[in-house]
């Protein structure tokens, strides 16, 4: 079945621990991205990627790390969370960039106390 | 920078109705735009694009329309059901790689 991934679903963490949010797709996608959702706000891109090793920066980029290693995967990483990172994050990954359905994960609730 | 509204913010229907979501954008010089449709505590599912070139999209009850020179898109949802109940969200893409969404619509069909 093809799908996006997401590990863990749900988290609660404290101000400072490092955590990676991991994100795999099994339909050979160039294209991944993550997102946060928060009330009010809606959905803002934090980091995309074109391909492998190459990764840009999204409308919030601060405060996080991704990498892009190998195609099918594309961790989030927040070396040293604060409450303001507590969201609703979403990675996401399409075919091509401007021309198909772009697929979402089933999201990952962080909660940082 | 891209501005996406939605209208209605809520919507709330009797089952059978026919409804219509609306969705405007500030730049119309998008590559496509996509709706969305997420049920609470899950993720997002792509229902219908609309590349930049195209006018409208339809999948089963679902049609959609884009006036791009206006900035807006709508989508129709025939015959409505309990199980369209959801937030229906619009996003479009620009140049810069980010799927601009709106807030979405929060739709609730009752039996």
């Known amino acids: 079945e093809a799908q996006v991934t997401q590990n863990p679903r749900y988290l609660i963490t404290v101000t400072g621990k490092k955590l990676t949010v991991t994100c795999s797709q099994n339909?050979?996608?160039?294209?991944m991205s993550w997102y946060r959702q928060d009330p009010g706000l809606g959905l803002r891109q934090i980091y995309y990627?074109?391909?492998?090793?190459?990764?840009d920066k999204g409308d919030v980029p601060e405060g996080y790390k991704v990498s892009r290693k190998e195609k099918r995967n594309f961790p989030l990483i927040l070396e040293s969370p604060s409450p303001n990172q507590t969201s609703l994050y979403f990675c996401?990954?399409?075919?091509?960039?401007?021309?198909?359905?772009?697929?979402f994960g089933p999201g990952t609730r962080l909660t940082v106390t | 920078k891209q501005e996406v509204t939605q209208i209605p913010a809520a919507l709330s229907v009797p089952e059978g109705e026919n409804l219509v979501l609306n969705c405007s954008f500030t730049?119309?010089?998008?590559?496509?735009l996509q709706w969305f449709r997420q049920d609470p505590g899950k993720g997002l599912t792509s229902l219908l694009l609309?590349?930049?070139?195209?006018r409208e999209q339809t999948s089963g009850r679902l049609n959609a329309s884009l006036d791009k020179s206006s900035g807006r898109s709508t989508l129709y949802i025939a015959a409505s059901q309990p199980g369209d109940s959801a937030t229906y969200l619009c996003?479009?893409?620009?140049?810069?790689?980010?799927?601009?969404f709106g807030k979405g619509t929060s739709l609730l069909v009752t039996p």
């Open positions: 996401a990954s399409s075919l091509v960039r401007d021309t198909a359905f772009e697929y």
């Open positions: 339909m050979n996608h160039e294209y």
């Open positions: 990627s074109m391909n492998v090793e190459v990764t």
């Open positions: 730049d119309s010089a998008i590559y496509n």
């Open positions: 609309i590349q930049s070139s195209q």
């Open positions: 996003a479009v893409i620009n140049s810069g790689y980010a799927l601009n």
